[in-house]
């Protein structure tokens, strides 16, 4: 049984550039979640989604910050216009109903 | 106040020992906790949860749950080099008034096993 799968697992990007993660949860987990974690820092909840709706955003930056779960395919965080300070680990979760979370292995988001 | 804290600070235990990592919560209405382990550059890995009073053993794994005391513990038996790694005790999603998918993570409590 496949865990959470995220791609890539490293991602460069230029300042000003977009980047776009990837999330697929684990077979019949219709519930994903997305956390951030800047270096030395804890995890910190982004966005709640089910299959084509959000559920709760209010981790989210207002700008350029955007997430979708399609009813096909994987969940997919965008960040227009990335910043340095974007450089961070992107986790993304998933759980069967709104219980017990399982990570995914991460995307490490580097911003030059 | 937070919802769930840690109490313990970077914990030491000498291999073999017994590792106790500790939490407190405010919410007497919670029923549910998750411990998480990171290990350093990893993403966090579901080790126990608990939704009931009492204990739960999984291996060298205990996770205790006193809803009276309103503390939440982890026991690792038999500890080893490898568990070294950050503890991370979650309350239940919707803590405090959020959503029920949110998860409140804290800074956790780094484990040092060492031979």
């Known amino acids: 049984n496949a865990g959470v799968m995220q791609n890539p697992r490293h991602l460069v990007r230029r300042r000003g550039q977009e980047a776009r993660l990837r999330c697929s949860p684990m077979?019949?987990?219709?519930?994903v979640y997305w956390y951030r974690q800047l270096p030395e820092e804890g995890l910190k909840f982004m966005v709640y989604?089910?299959?084509?709706?959000?559920?709760?955003e209010s981790g989210m930056p207002k700008e350029r910050f955007s997430a979708e779960f399609p009813k096909e395919g994987p969940s997919i965080l965008r960040i227009q216009q990335v910043v340095r300070g974007d450089s961070a680990a992107y986790f993304c979760?998933?759980?069967?109903?709104?219980?017990?979370?399982?990570f995914g292995p991460g995307t490490r988001l580097t911003v030059t | 106040q937070k919802e769930v804290e840690q109490n313990s600070g970077p914990l030491s235990v000498p291999e073999g020992a017994i590792a106790s990592l500790n939490c407190t919560y405010s919410?007497?209405?919670?029923?549910?906790f998750f411990w998480y382990r990171q290990y350093s550059g990893k993403s966090p890995e579901l080790i126990m949860f608990?939704?009931?009073?009492g204990d739960k053993e999984d291996g060298r794994f205990t996770a205790q749950l006193n809803k009276a005391s309103q503390y939440v513990s982890l026991l690792i038996r038999d500890s080893q080099p490898s568990d070294s790694a950050t503890y991370l005790c979650?309350?239940?999603?919707?803590?405090?008034?959020?959503?029920?998918?949110?998860?409140?993570f804290g800074q956790g409590t780094i484990l040092t096993v060492h031979p």
């Open positions: 979760a998933s759980s069967p109903q709104s219980g017990e979370q399982y």
């Open positions: 989604l089910q299959k084509e709706n959000i559920i709760d």
């Open positions: 608990i939704y009931s009073n």
């Open positions: 919410d007497r209405g919670s029923q549910s």
């Open positions: 979650v309350g239940p999603p919707g803590a405090g008034g959020t959503s029920y998918g949110k998860l409140t």
């Open positions: 077979k019949g987990h219709s519930h």
